[in-house]
């Protein structure tokens, strides 16, 4: 079955320093991977998606099928980025998606 | 009122009650989802719908049950829950099942006594 791995529960970083969210999925055809990201006291909304291939409030992401990754990229972290971030692969009709990711930015 | 909205916001109920969750999505797309999140744990699907039949059951128990009127409304009916099935229940629509982009609603947080 398709899973997607995030390993950190909680990342801390102060505003200013490059963040790393990481995101691993098992391989199983060739899946879509997304970024969601949900702000507090707002709703689960898409970030980014590995096909459009942008930046997004700074944020990239690159797929490396060879590792099976996915992690999500900011070189400087801003207060306002402190949320959590979900990594999810789309195959077979499917949403499957991480435990999620707690980003807090310190000022 | 635009986007996905769910009602209730915050539901309490005895394990004996019978409530409802409903979803209601104003972007016109023909697929709408049911998922649970739970502390810790990874969002979860619980049933899919496209056009308004089910497509995706995923070995929810039966004291959940889903209803699907039209494209724009999708319902969770609870009956006999247990206090594990405390939950945020997040509702969600794609404009087609085979689409990626996910529209979430703001949830339904569901305590069960």
């Known amino acids: 079955a398709q899973r997607v791995t995030q390993p950190e529960k909680l990342l801390s970083v102060f505003k200013g320093a490059p963040v790393e969210l990481k995101c691993n999925y098992s391989y199983s055809g060739s899946p879509e991977l997304f970024w969601y990201v949900q702000y507090s006291r707002q709703r689960l909304q898409l970030l980014l998606r590995h096909i459009s291939r942008e930046s997004i409030k700074g944020f990239t992401a690159d797929l490396n099928k060879g590792e099976t990754s996915f992690h999500l990229k900011k070189p400087f972290a801003q207060e306002e980025d402190s949320a959590m971030y979900y990594c999810a692969s789309y195959n077979f009709n499917k949403f499957y998606f991480g435990s999620g990711t707690k980003l807090n930015v310190k000022p | 009122e635009t986007g996905v909205t769910q009602t209730p916001r915050h539901l309490v109920m005895g394990m004996t009650n019978k409530k409802s969750l409903k979803c209601e999505q104003h972007l016109g797309h023909n697929a709408m989802y049911w998922y649970k999140q739970s502390a810790k744990k990874p969002l979860e699907l619980m049933f899919v719908?496209?056009?308004?039949?089910?497509?995706e059951n995923n070995s929810v128990p039966s004291r959940f049950s889903p209803e699907c009127p039209n494209s724009s409304h999708l319902f969770l009916h609870l009956h006999t829950l247990q206090p594990e099935d405390s939950a945020l229940y997040l509702c969600?629509?794609?404009?087609?099942?085979?689409?990626?982009?996910?529209?979430f609603g703001e949830g339904s947080r569901l305590t069960v006594l």
């Open positions: 969600a629509s794609s404009q087609d099942l085979g689409t990626g982009e996910l529209f």
């Open positions: 719908y496209s056009l308004e039949e089910r497509v």
